[in-house]
Nanobody, 122 residues
Framework: QVHVAESGGGLVQAGGSLRLSCTAS??????WAWFRQAPGQEREFVAG????????TYASSVKGRFTISRDDAKNLVYLQMNGLKPEDTAVYYC?????????????????WGQGTQVTVSS
């Protein structure tokens, strides 16, 4: 049984930084991604990484501020978030996919974590 778990959320002031971590048990996944969901809004894509080759993709709203990376030895994926803004406040979810399908699409992902809260105060 695959288990995906996020950690690293918290409360930070605008302009600050946080690093989220995601671990997943089970087989090697082709794609890992971070999504987020703010109250009353749909879950949206934030960033994704292909395990083979390490190519990354970002939502335009976070490009230049967030960085997704992987640690092969630990089977971990990180989301480094710098220059945080109040509008980044959301529950952040890690997701994994067995296949390399559309990186932005929620339906492409097979397994999801429970989420970690990120709150940015102004």
């Amino acid at each position: 049984q695959v288990h995906v778990a996020e950690s690293g959320g918290g409360l930070v002031q605008a302009g600050g930084s946080l690093r989220l971590s995601c671990t997943a048990s089970g087989p090697v996944f082709a794609t890992w991604a971070w999504f987020r969901q703010a109250p009353g809004q749909e879950r949206e894509f934030v960033a994704g990484i292909r395990w083979s080759g390490g190519s990354t993709t970002y939502a335009s709203s976070v490009k230049g501020r967030f960085t997704i990376s992987r640690d092969d030895a630990k089977n971990l994926v990180y989301l480094q978030m710098n220059g945080l803004k109040p509008e980044d406040t959301a529950v952040y979810y890690c997701a994994t996919a067995r296949l390399s399908r559309s990186i932005h699409t929620r339906a492409a992902y097979d397994h999801w974590g429970q989420g970690t809260q990120v709150t940015v105060s102004s």
